[in-house]
């Protein structure tokens, strides 16, 4: 909090002056709720005077006038090709590039062409996941095997045991 009083010591961080030295700009209509700061009323009457003077000055004139100076100027020069050596550091040639970008360049060729061999399955580590999935495929055969023999012994054990109770009766 500021003091209050005679004090005249200063509040820590000098404390926030938005509003001070504002005064309300007059105009010959009255006040219209714009507030300049001191010192500046000449350049915002200026400026407001300018552009009473634009909007005027538009109203005025016909939309042929401004066709017509649309139309009398030249049209403008195409843009110069300038070529920005930074913009596109993959297309420019690996002389112009850095280090770290030739770096990170080879090594997303090398990555890319490392899953192409790994897709085709000519990696070490494609080849381990080929012959580890061949492995687990013989044993889930082998077990569909098994269950079918099983399933098929039950249904022969049922059937035995459905003629032997029809023999009792």
Do not use: C
Not at 46 to 58: C, H, L, T, V
Not at 98 to 119: C, D, F, N, P, V
């Amino acid at each position: 909090m500021a003091p209050r009083g005679k004090s005249k010591k200063p509040t820590r961080g000098g404390g926030k002056h938005f509003s001070r030295g504002l005064r309300p700009l007059d105009d010959a209509d009255g006040f219209d709720g714009v507030v300049v700061p001191e010192g500046e009323g000449d350049a915002a009457t200026s400026w407001r005077e300018r552009r009473k003077s634009i909007s005027s000055a538009s109203d005025d004139s016909d939309n042929e006038s401004v066709n017509s100076n649309r139309q009398e100027s030249p049209p403008p020069p195409p843009p110069v090709a300038v070529g920005n050596l930074n913009r596109n550091p993959t297309e420019s040639s690996g002389a112009q590039l850095s280090r770290r970008e030739r770096e990170a360049m080879q090594a997303a060729a090398a990555k890319e062409r490392y899953w192409k061999l790994h897709a085709e399955g000519k990696t070490d580590q494609a080849k381990a996941d080929l012959a580890r999935l061949a492995i687990i495929k013989k044993e889930r055969e082998e077990k569909a095997r098994q269950r079918k023999a099983e399933q098929e012994a039950k249904a022969a054990e049922q059937a035995a045991r459905a003629e032997a109770q029809g023999r009792r009766k």
